[in-house]
């Protein structure tokens, strides 16, 4: 079955400070995305990456970045954090590139409070 | 039923008993993709119906979905108190290339009393 791990599982920052959010995935997906929920509501894509170098802009990407150095990691970086991103993250990985109907895989979230 | 901006939307029912949630989407999708998300992890796939499907069933879960009014259900029978979860529809807008990125849902609570 697939696996992505997620680190930290929690964290708690100062505003402004940097964070720093990792995902890792070991099912050579091309595919990696990072999602927000807040409570109550659906997933919102921040980032996703459709492989090794490659980063996108997702629907609500303002104050995030995003690395993806491999195939298997991808990070979320929050250079001055906020408040307002105060939010469960997902990262999930999707079974293969250049096919609709791409199943994803999540992660177990990482809990971020930003005080 | 789920879309938008809807707040999350909560179902109780007795164990044993069926449920069924609905939701509407907005625009063009290839599919529609159903997800169940359990207390402290990650949303994980259910089910997955494409546009030219009418129904698509697997074990005690039936999905429809009917394009012309741009909506899909997910029901569940016999319901089991695990069966507890937020469950959120998901559409791909996926208009060719290398991915079609996934849209949810708000969710649907659903608690299973037993």
């Known amino acids: 079955e697939a696996a992505v791990t997620q680190s930290p599982r929690n964290k708690v920052a100062v505003t402004g400070g940097k964070v720093t959010l990792s995902c890792n995935q070991t099912?050579?997906?091309?595919?990696m995305y990072w999602y927000r929920q807040d409570t109550g509501h659906g997933l919102r894509l921040i980032h996703y990456?459709?492989?090794?170098?490659?980063?996108e802009k997702g629907d609500i990407p303002d104050g995030y970045k995003a690395s993806r150095p491999s195939q298997e990691n991808f990070s979320l970086i929050l250079e001055l954090a906020t408040p307002s991103q105060t939010s469960v993250y997902f990262c999930?990985?999707?079974?293969?590139?250049?096919?609709?109907?791409?199943?994803?895989?999540f992660g177990s979230g990482t809990r971020l409070t930003v005080l | 039923s789920q879309w938008g901006e809807e707040n999350l939307q909560a179902l109780s029912i007795q164990e044993g008993e069926d449920v069924t949630m609905n939701c509407s989407y907005k625009?063009?999708?290839?599919?529609v993709q159903w997800y169940r998300q359990k207390s402290g992890k990650g949303p994980a796939q259910l089910i997955l119906?494409?546009?030219?499907?009418r129904e698509k069933r697997s074990g005690r879960l039936r999905a429809t979905l009917d394009t012309s009014s741009q909506s899909s259900s997910l029901s569940i029978t016999g319901t089991l108190a695990t069966d507890t979860a937020v469950y959120f529809c998901?559409?791909?807008?996926?208009?060719?290339?290398?991915?079609?990125?996934?849209?949810f849902g708000e969710g649907t609570q659903v608690t299973v009393i037993s």
């Open positions: 999930a990985s999707g079974e293969t590139g250049g096919a609709p109907a791409e199943t994803l895989y």
């Open positions: 099912n050579n997906h091309n595919n």
């Open positions: 990456s459709y492989g090794a170098g490659s980063t």
């Open positions: 625009t063009y999708t290839t599919v």
């Open positions: 119906i494409r546009s030219n499907e």
């Open positions: 998901a559409t791909d807008a996926w208009t060719g290339g290398l991915s079609g990125k996934l849209t």
